[in-house]
């Protein structure tokens, strides 16, 4: 996975009350981290996180940086023309990434950006999953990282292509030089790896921002355990055009006339990118005319500084005639004058200086004290919510995410990762070629039954949530259906979803409710199955009963054996059991790369091993 280096560098840039940010160095420092090739927070003291009520001097602020200092695709010196592209989400950020670091010290980013290393010790290039050779490929075979596409790197190169076609448009009709790792194909794996080092360390920020770059956020690694001590906090509900909380008036009377197009047309839509303004391919772009060579400025982004409003010309004034005093004869007098104002301009000056000097010092002594206060709705936070321990590494969460995922996104895997699961619809699909007699109940199932079961089992998941609080709702920001609003969100999104994608053995070994209920569902008799759906008042808590609850019959079990049978034979090599994968990790350098893809094989080897032994 990219590495985090000269960590000392973006410690002192936080002392800069320039960059708005504030880290917490009193209680924090960070040094190199025995889990990973890179570094990590260290708390300092022990101390324990004040209750959220108690808290009126944020005492729990580990890490404060205001929006305007988080680098994204709405926030460099390129914005107005990712924005003109409609390049958003990790598209957008990736070229923010890549102009900014073009710019070099000019950038507000240059300590930032100088810390994230994309190479490892060797000087070679830390790419994605997508890119190993076959041979590292070949451990991860029938594995979920498979399954969902981690190991096809075409969607890598549609990034590539796209990215190469920005540049090449803004060269074109802006005169933005090429960055050197767009310029040809042959740069398409430091591409990879920069995507891959800016997509481990992106956080989602807002509805204005999206995902964006947090200069200290991401020095906290992962605990996949839910032991994690801090947590990210930012106001994400802000206008999708300004990015303000309130009063811009956007949400009254709409967005600017220049960006209604784009809320119709959508801000991510990269495949309608214009492919005739831009030149096809990077390779066949290079030769460019005279003109633009002559105008091009090569290494020298001003033409970028002229973007991001950092670049003044400044315009020499002149004295009329009438002020200017005319002289007949030079005497004692005028010459005593002269020197008389030359000294008093001095001594200004030096008065100024030093001033200017005491100023400065009080200026940092009241950021010293007022940079806890930067408005909170406006900034990035890490918090700290579980008691950290003196010289221990403090750790965030990325999330509930399984191995396919740390694996894809971050380039490491967790040994008995709880967030595990298999989906067996492969193995289902394969069956249902063979079996035309289930059609009728597999389109019945795909309509209304999973559906059915998934809404019963979130009720009841909400009644024993509910149970747990006391069986109160009154402090619950929630709907009449018990739902909130973000949780009706992620409803709308999921019912897209297959079926199929749902039926997985999950940590530690077990069949999920939707994969008993299509077993059953598969082997019950045909009686059993027309007097189910024939009954008006068939509903969640029914098939919960009939398909789920009801005791296994020996056909449903036989079919589950077959399904993760045939799973786990095609998982790997197909033939080397957990155990005797778990005696080679044993062997092998615990942060390697063939480490981590034997650690998510074997954790998928030995979820259906178990599952196997539970039937």
Known sequence: MATTVNGEQLLEWFQDPANKSYFNHELLTIKKSPISNGIGVFALRSQAPVPKELDDDESNLLLRVHKSMVLSAQTCAISNLIY??????????????????????????????????????KGDLIVPLCLYADKEKAILKGTEVEFMGGLDPQDLKSHFEVSQKFANKVHKEAGLPIPSVLKDNSQFEEFAAITMAVASRAFEIDNYIELGLVPGADLFNHDPFGNEHVHFVAMGDVCPFCGKDDGCGHEDFGPP?????????????????????????SEEYQESDDKSKEEEPGDDFSK?????GSFKSETPTYESDEEVEELEEITMDYVAKIERELKEEEEREKAEEEEERDSDMDSEEEFELKELYLNPDECCDIVLERKIFKNKEVFNTYGELPNSVLLVKYGFAVEDNPYDSICLGP???????????????????????????????????????????????????????????????EEEEEEEESW??????????????QLVAVSKLFTMSTAEFEKM?????????????????????????????????????????????????????????PLSVRTMLIVATLNEKKLLEKALKTL
């Open 257 to 281: 006339d220049s960006e209604g197009e784009y809320e119709e047309e959508g801000w991510e839509d990269v495949e309608n990118y214009d492919e005739d303004e831009a030149m096809d391919g």
């Open 533 to 589: 759906i024939g009954d008006e008042e068939c509903d969640g808590s029914t098939i919960k009963e009939l398909l789920v609850n009801s005791k296994a019959t020996m056909e449903s079990k036989k079919l589950l054996r077959s399904w993760i049978d045939g799973r786990l034979s095609s998982t790997g090599d197909g033939k080397t059991r957990s155990g005797e994968m778990k005696r080679h990790l044993k062997k092998a350098d």
């Open 500 to 513: 199929l994608f749902n039926c997985r053995i999950e940590h530690p070994g077990r069949a999920n409710a």
């Open 427 to 489: 193995q289902i699909v394969e069956y249902r070629k063979s079996h035309q007699e289930l059609e009728e109940r597999i389109d019945w199932w795909g309509c209304m039954g999973w559906l059915l079961l998934r809404e019963q089992e979130r009720a009841d998941e909400e009644d024993a949530q509910r149970d747990e609080r006391g069986g109160s709702d009154a402090d619950s920001e929630e709907g009449d259906d018990g739902r909130n609003e973000e949780e009706e969100e």
């Open 304 to 308: 970028l500084e002229e973007f991001d």
């Open 84 to 121: 003109e592209e409609k390049l958003g989400a990790m598209y957008g950020l990736v070229l923010a990434f890549i102009y900014e670091r073009q710019l070099g010290e000019r950038s507000p980013w240059f300590t930032y950006i100088e810390t994230i290393n994309y190479k490892n010790s």
